[in-house]
């Protein structure tokens, strides 16, 4: 247990003139030692002495021999008055200042441990401080508060660490994180009021970028013997009165090449510059600040060469593959109209030379007029035409309709079926419709066309033609490329010679379609 030497006056009254009397006082006029050896005092007590009581204690650190050998000194916030005593005596008599320093050579501090074995005389006066209770101290850590100007130091230094403190206590701090197993610095809020932070002997890989713009207030950082291997360059941001980053295993590459330039700015406040080195097998033991620009490179890497361009590769064949499944009738259609080449969805019955028509259009009477002033006039009109197979000019007359349907899908290389909600009521139509069904089942083929001029009511669509529509394509009157896509699904039109099929510029016989019309027509 230890013990505190009180020092106090009991004496008259103190008066306006407190000043040192240059007489002895009579009841110590022959002391001239105290010998206060192997006690258990740990600290002198001056707090609120009178004014007698400060002359009595400069009276006797001036004129007296005080051994404290064997004692157990704090020296603290508690003893710095008496520090600022013996200060005061040196300074006045600086001639004897030697003198003095001996007969204080005794008094020796026994904690706290940053000034353990060290003589009260020669302790500096910033490591006087008293533990405090702070809002916001961390758990594992003990908070100080400094004596000489107040401010609050967090010791946190051989507390196996493994990250920072979440936070700190509000205003100036000094943050002590050494000899602990931090692997990164996150860029924490409290760090714009650290002025003092020790990091060395970590395990340090990694500092955000923020930390350093953080650290705006800093004066003394000291981040050595850590596992750095490259610096952020928001670190060039700061300017301390202090900066140690040695024994760090450095990378000398590409990425390191602006350090040189701030290393050669900022000697006046880096610790052993020389010291700062490179460990990279390339540089290994060179300082960063001597090597030459061009030694600040990137090998190449021929194995992450090969890997990055085959994986675009890939990536590249997979946009391509995909893109070309989801617009593949685009492609062909633009390949077709661009270029005439037609190499894709082909059939061999297109060079069928009994096949005199290139299709046969199935439609209803009430969608006549769009038919044969749009549809027909459109396709005929081509060079070369299309030849189109028309019930109201190119059926024979006097044969059974359903003889005329069967020719009309035989002799023709496909068949258009213009769907409305008209075809859908005309039991002749959906008629045709299950004979070009029953075609492209035998023949295994994709025969028929289907336009789709208009919104469907699908109450009317029966089970055989909607199961059709939901598993193949069929071309919307509204698609902007309709008549592109028409014409690359039909087969590629033969030259007018080639075959002895009908003309969009044979007469269209009006006096035959109108009896036709009085048979046939009217079932649509």
Same mark, same amino acid.
């Given at each position: &247990?230890?013990?505190?030497?009180?020092?106090?006056?009991? #004496?008259?009254?103190?008066?306006?003139?407190?000043?040192?009397?240059?007489? *002895?006082? /009579?009841?110590?006029?022959?002391?001239?030692?105290?010998?206060?050896?192997?006690?258990?005092?740990?600290?002198?007590?001056?707090?609120?002495?009178?004014?007698?009581?400060?002359?009595l204690l400069s009276y006797i650190i001036k004129f007296y021999l005080i051994y404290l050998d064997g004692n157990q000194l704090s020296c603290d916030c508690d003893l710095y008055n008496t520090y600022l005593k013996l200060q005061n005596l040196i300074q006045k008599q600086s001639q004897?200042?030697?003198?003095?320093?001996?007969?204080?050579?005794?008094?020796?501090?026994?904690?706290?441990?940053?000034?353990?074995?060290?003589?009260?005389?020669?302790?500096?006066?910033?490591?006087?401080?008293?533990?405090? /209770?702070?809002?916001?101290?961390?758990? &594992?850590?003990?908070?100080?508060?400094?004596?000489? #100007?107040?401010? @609050?130091?967090?010791?946190?230094?051989?507390?196996?660490?493994?990250?920072?403190?979440?936070?700190?206590?509000?205003?100036?701090?000094?943050?002590?994180?050494?000899?602990?197993? @931090?692997?990164?610095?996150?860029? /924490?809020?409290?760090?714009?009021?650290?002025?003092?932070?020790?990091?060395?002997?970590?395990?340090?890989?990694?500092?955000?970028?923020?930390?350093? =713009?953080?650290?705006?207030?800093?004066?003394?950082?000291?981040?050595?013997?850590?596992?750095?291997?490259?610096?952020?360059?928001?670190?060039?941001?700061?300017?301390?009165?202090?900066?140690?980053? %040695?024994?760090?295993?450095?990378?000398?590459?590409?990425?390191?090449?602006?350090?040189?330039?701030?290393?050669?700015?900022?000697?006046?406040?880096?610790?052993?510059?020389?010291?700062?080195?490179?460990?990279?097998?390339?540089?290994?033991?060179? &300082?960063?600040?001597?090597?030459?620009?061009?030694?600040?490179?990137?090998? *190449?890497?021929?194995?992450?060469?090969?890997? !990055?361009?085959?994986?675009?590769?890939?990536?590249?064949?997979?946009?391509?593959?995909?893109?070309?499944?989801?617009?593949?009738?685009?492609?062909?259609?633009?390949?077709? %109209?661009?270029?005439?080449?037609?190499?894709?969805?082909?059939?061999?019955?297109?060079?069928?030379?009994?096949?005199?028509?290139?299709?046969?259009?199935?439609?209803?009477?009430?969608?006549?007029?769009?038919?044969?002033?749009?549809?027909?006039?459109?396709?005929?009109?081509?060079?070369?035409?299309?030849?189109?197979?028309?019930?109201?000019?190119?059926?024979? !007359?006097?044969?059974?309709?359903? #003889?005329?349907?069967?020719?009309?899908?035989?002799?023709?290389?496909?068949?258009? &079926?213009? =769907?409305?909600?008209?075809? =859908?009521?005309?039991?002749?139509?959906?008629?045709?419709?299950? =004979?070009?069904?029953?075609?492209?089942?035998?023949?295994?083929?994709?025969?028929?066309?289907?336009? !789709?001029?208009?919104?469907?009511?699908?109450?009317?669509?029966?089970?055989?033609?909607?199961?059709?529509?939901?598993?193949?394509?069929?071309?919307?009157?509204?698609?902007?490329?309709?008549?592109?896509?028409?014409?690359? *699904?039909?087969?590629?039109?033969?030259?007018?010679?080639?075959?002895?099929?009908?003309?969009?510029?044979?007469?269209?016989?009006?006096?035959?379609?109108?009896?036709?019309?009085?048979?046939?027509?009217?079932?649509?």
């Amino acid at each position: &247990m230890q013990a505190t030497l009180i020092i106090e006056s009991k #004496d008259t009254p103190q008066t306006e003139d407190c000043s040192l009397s240059h007489e *002895t006082p /009579a009841q110590i006029d022959d002391i001239r030692k105290i010998i206060l050896k192997d006690n258990r005092i740990g600290s002198i007590n001056t707090t609120g002495l009178s004014c007698k009581g400060e002359q009595l204690l400069s009276y006797i650190i001036k004129f007296y021999l005080i051994y404290l050998d064997g004692n157990q000194l704090s020296c603290d916030c508690d003893l710095y008055n008496t520090y600022l005593k013996l200060q005061n005596l040196i300074q006045k008599q600086s001639q004897s200042a030697s003198d003095i320093r001996s007969r204080f050579s005794s008094w020796i501090c026994a904690s706290p441990t940053f000034t353990a074995n060290k003589k009260l005389i020669d302790v500096d006066q910033s490591l006087f401080r008293c533990r405090e /209770a702070v809002k916001d101290c961390p758990t &594992m850590c003990t908070c100080y508060r400094r004596t000489v #100007d107040l401010s @609050i130091i967090v010791d946190c230094a051989k507390r196996n660490l493994l990250t920072i403190p979440e936070k700190l206590p509000s205003g100036k701090v000094e943050l002590d994180l050494r000899d602990n197993h @931090i692997e990164s610095v996150t860029g /924490a809020h409290y760090l714009a009021n650290v002025t003092k932070l020790q990091l060395q002997n970590n395990d340090i890989s990694q500092i955000d970028a923020d930390a350093f =713009l953080l650290l705006r207030n800093v004066s003394s950082l000291n981040l050595a013997t850590n596992q750095l291997v490259y610096l952020p360059k928001q670190i060039s941001q700061i300017y301390p009165q202090r900066l140690d980053i %040695t024994n760090n295993p450095f990378k000398c590459d590409c990425h390191a090449g602006w350090m040189k330039d701030w290393l050669l700015t900022s000697k006046h406040f880096l610790v052993n510059e020389q010291s700062i080195t490179c460990s990279d097998e390339d540089h290994h033991g060179n &300082m960063i600040s001597t090597l030459e620009e061009d030694e600040f490179d990137c090998p *190449t890497d021929i194995k992450l060469i090969i890997s !990055v361009t085959l994986g675009s590769l890939l990536f590249l064949i997979f946009v391509t593959a995909l893109l070309v499944y989801k617009f593949s009738i685009e492609i062909k259609v633009l390949m077709y %109209t661009h270029l005439n080449w037609h190499p894709f969805d082909k059939f061999s019955e297109d060079n069928d030379p009994n096949k005199i028509y290139d299709a046969f259009v199935t439609y209803s009477n009430l969608d006549y007029r769009w038919v044969i002033h749009t549809l027909r006039r459109t396709l005929e009109s081509q060079d070369p035409p299309y030849r189109l197979c028309v019930h109201d000019r190119d059926f024979s !007359v006097g044969e059974a309709i359903m #003889d005329n349907v069967q020719n009309s899908l035989n002799q023709s290389k496909r068949m258009i &079926m213009v =769907l409305s909600n008209n075809y =859908l009521r005309s039991e002749w139509c959906m008629m045709e419709f299950q =004979l070009a069904h029953l075609k492209m089942l035998k023949d295994r083929s994709r025969y028929l066309i289907i336009v !789709v001029t208009e919104s469907l009511d699908e109450t009317l669509v029966n089970e055989e033609l909607g199961a059709y529509l939901r598993t193949n394509t069929y071309l919307p009157l509204s698609n902007r490329w309709f008549w592109r896509k028409l014409k690359y *699904t039909l087969p590629v039109p033969a030259e007018p010679s080639m075959s002895g099929a009908p003309r969009s510029t044979y007469p269209t016989l009006p006096d035959i379609t109108h009896a036709y019309n009085n048979e046939v027509l009217t079932r649509f």
